[in-house]
């Protein structure tokens, strides 16, 4: 499926006032940008991107803190409401447009999936980004912490180790195809593939095959970020 959205800089409000009532604030080097622009493709929703990139330092910027008061990103504005945080944004758009599935119909299964994206927030996501930076942007977390990184990686491995097992027999998080779950988990993993680390982390049973499956998804593929 391709992308539906024009994507723009962050500039000012005349911009924005130009803009689909449908837009996306983030940049896409993002992982919790790119898990909504993800869900945002499969469910066929149109939408603007403005771009909030926090290597620049344009999320602690006033223009953006109106939109989020802690300087975070996504920010989707749809439907005439504004909503922050990935989850609240992802479940929104589960309820208006059901179609496809973002998440398990089956109860258990369900139970599975909603279990692995709290893991992720509360464990693994934060695990994973810690040996990521380390390699790929050791300036934005105090500097190289070898105790970090190995801490990182452990309980990464520890995450996708749980992940895995509750993923059970289906060929990704959510099912038979990609869901929330997945989105959520790619674009992190992404970067760890781009690390010496990544491999051990691939090397959890069950992880490479999840992996190549959805990097074979088209959705997920085509949002890969431009890391030029």
């Known amino acids: 499926m391709a992308l539906l959205y024009q994507h723009q800089p962050l500039s000012n409000n005349t911009i ?66 504004r909503l922050r945080e990935t989850d609240a944004i992802v479940r929104y758009l589960e309820a208006r447009d059901p179609e496809p599935p973002m998440l398990p119909t089956d109860a258990r299964a369900r139970a599975k999936s909603d279990e692995n994206v709290a893991l992720y927030h509360n464990y693994g996501g934060s695990a994973i980004t810690g040996f990521v930076a ?32 509750n993923k059970g027999d289906a060929p990704f998080l ?8 997945d989105y959520l988990l790619g674009p992190i993993v992404f970067y760890a593939t781009l690390t010496e680390d990544g491999a051990a982390l691939l090397a959890v049973d069950g992880m490479q095959d999840w992996w190549d499956r959805l990097s074979a998804d088209d959705v997920f593929a085509s949002t890969a970020p431009n890391l030029s």
């Open 16 to 81: 924005e006032d130009t803009m689909t009532e449908t837009t996306l604030y983030g940049f896409d080097g993002s992982t919790y940008v790119r898990t909504v622009r993800c869900v945002l493709a499969n469910k066929g929703v149109p939408y603007d991107q403005v771009s909030v990139n926090v290597l620049q330092g344009e999320p602690r910027q006033a223009e953006h803190l109106e939109r989020h008061p802690f300087g975070k990103v996504p920010v989707l504005d749809i439907d005439g409401m």
């Open 174 to 181: 959510a099912g038979d195809a990609p869901g929330y779950a």
């Open 134 to 165: 380390y390699h790929l942007f050791p300036h934005m977390v105090g500097g190289k912490n070898e105790e970090l990184r190995q801490s990182g990686l452990e309980n990464g491995k520890k995450f996708a180790k749980l992940a895995m097992e």
